[in-house]
């Protein structure tokens, strides 16, 4: 039987509670699972990539089928490139729903065969993202309810500095 190997793509700037609860439960899905982290060129970074792979290494040690990657370019052929046969998404409401069906149909017309599954966001972590946390970071506002413990001190650290 082939290997099931799946990619959850983003930009993880930065990895949000939200980002954790789709990664744990895809990789119950899955043999394998691919965490992506990609260019977004409509989203300004605040994190380098190095770090942002290296807060998500953080958060998934102890998942054993969960890989960190930093990839630039499609995410349909870093896919391929991958021998991803699934890309994970997460949707918090409608309006995720309507935008990530969109990708959807792009990515599976770039390659054949690559689908994508759409996890629902958990009730509790439905209101996070990763834009939220940086603008309260940004503010001094206490971020730890939205974010995973193993990278609270990353975050905290690189908004005191700014």
């Keep these: 039987m082939e290997k099931r ?14 980002h954790a609860d789709i990664i744990r439960r895809a990789a119950n899905v899955f043999d394998e699972l691919i965490v992506a982290v990609m260019v977004n060129p ?5 994190f380098p990539f190095e770090k942002r792979v290296e807060m998500l290494e953080k958060v998934c040690r ?15 052929e870093c896919a391929r490139e991958h021998h991803a046969c699934t890309l994970v998404r997460g949707v918090r409401n409608a309006s995720d729903l309507e935008t990530e069906n969109a990708m959807a149909q792009i990515n599976s017309q770039l390659v054949t065969g690559l689908d994508t599954v759409y996890f629902p966001a ?6 996070i993202s990763s834009t939220y946390v940086r603008q309260l970071a940004a503010l001094g ?18 908004f005191s500095k700014r």
């Design 141 to 158: 506002a206490d971020v730890s309810m939205y974010v995973p413990k193993e990278v609270l001190g990353d975050i905290e650290t690189a």
């Design 122 to 127: 958990s009730v509790e972590k439905s209101h």
């Design 5 to 18: 190997i799946g990619m959850f793509p983003g930009s993880f700037d930065p990895v949000t509670n939200g």
């Design 42 to 46: 409509e989203k300004q970074g605040i």
């Design 62 to 76: 102890g998942l054993h089928n969960v890989r960190v990657i930093h990839a630039q370019g499609l995410t349909a």
